[in-house]
């Protein structure tokens, strides 16, 4: 099994067990849900078979800067994705499983075919009393994240899955100053919205925007039906000035009501702006760190489309569309099998010449890490040949 597999297994020791460091508000607000709770204290009575652990688990591990929690789970167990396990083998001390830190020891104790993971070396048939002194500091930021953070942070707000009447009727560009073509960073731009998208500065409207260009229409490799539209992302914007409109006296003497667009800043680029593209809402900032696990629902999904690439096939580490989302049960988090296979073929070696269909064959891990109503994107953890449009996702095993 790969050391790609579950994340958030180690996601974290809340407590620091010499001296009771108290984590920051924000380290502490990563979801639990009740099945991963559930899990774990059934298991932290006695620990996991040994048999579910990594040929190489090693007995002492000295968490270290560049570190992630999906690489230590992948150290410890053989299907690390199965992170609640690892966390209740010793539910004690390690109570919030998001919160592990460069620098701390991890204990493997293995006793009557079982395994406990211990962040001290206390005998466990011995009580240890502490009196513990409350030692306050801001560990959130020093946490390990469950993946190196480059590889899913560009896609938080690029990917964008709308249904085609929202894109249409979003703001967008009209005009540039001294007439550019293109629009880089650090330039300026007009706009206009309708309506609910007019470009206003009044309390509680948005002044942070994206800027999307196109819309691509996602189908479902199976049934070809558009499930949603993806927006290809340009760039960042700030709203500088309000659109509003402006009496314009005509030599006729008639006065008229002008329209006068919004004036934005371009802040960002990943490719030049025009006119014609549209702006959307900056998004709330996700949080960063995601706890890996299972669906507890049976899962047979299709890869839709390979994320800003003209290629055929996705390499590890690349960002794929699939046709499950929200509405059909998926969680940031869900760790999902890759398939190759299921090919029609011919037996010509048989005079009859009857149709085949090729068995499907395990091909790598797919984390979720972003979801839409019907669309989610994942990324890809670990492969043995590259992903095509219309593999299959099952549950991992």
Known sequence: ???GTGIAAMSALALLV???????????????????????EQVASKGVPISELAPNAPDVYVVKRGDT????????????WRWPELWGMNLQQIRNPHLIYPGQKLYL?????????RTDMADADKTVRLSPRTRYSDLGDGALPTLPPHLIEPFLTEP?????????????????????????KGDRAYARGAGPTALLMDAGKP????????????????TGEVLGFEGQYVGQAVLARPETTRDVTESSGTVTSTIVPATIDVVSTKEEVRVGDRLLPE?????????????????DARVVSIYGSAVANAAQSQVVAINRGTRDGMEVGHVLALLT??????DRTDAARPDMVLPYERNGLLMVFRTFDRVSYGLILQIDTGVRVGDRLINPR
Do not use: C
């Open 1 to 3: 099994m790969h050391i």
């Open 18 to 40: 010499a001296g009771f460091a108290v984590p920051s508000a924000h380290a502490q607000n990563f979801p639990i849900t009740s099945g991963q709770r559930a899990t774990a």
């Open 69 to 80: 929690l999906w690489a230590i789970s992948g150290i410890y167990l053989m299907r690390p």
């Open 109 to 117: 104790e293995k006793k009557d075919g079982y395994a406990r993971l």
């Open 160 to 184: 964008l899955v709308v249904d085609e009447a929202t894109l249409a009727d979003a703001a967008r560009v009209v005009a540039t100053r001294d007439n550019h073509v293109l629009i880089s």
């Open 207 to 222: 002044r942070d925007f994206r800027i999307f260009r196109n819309s691509t229409p996602l189908k479902d490799p199976e």
């Open 283 to 299: 998004p709330e900032r996700q949080m960063r760190s995601y706890t890996p696990h299972a669906p507890a629902q049976p899962v």
């Open 341 to 346: 296979g299921g090919n029609r073929q011919v």
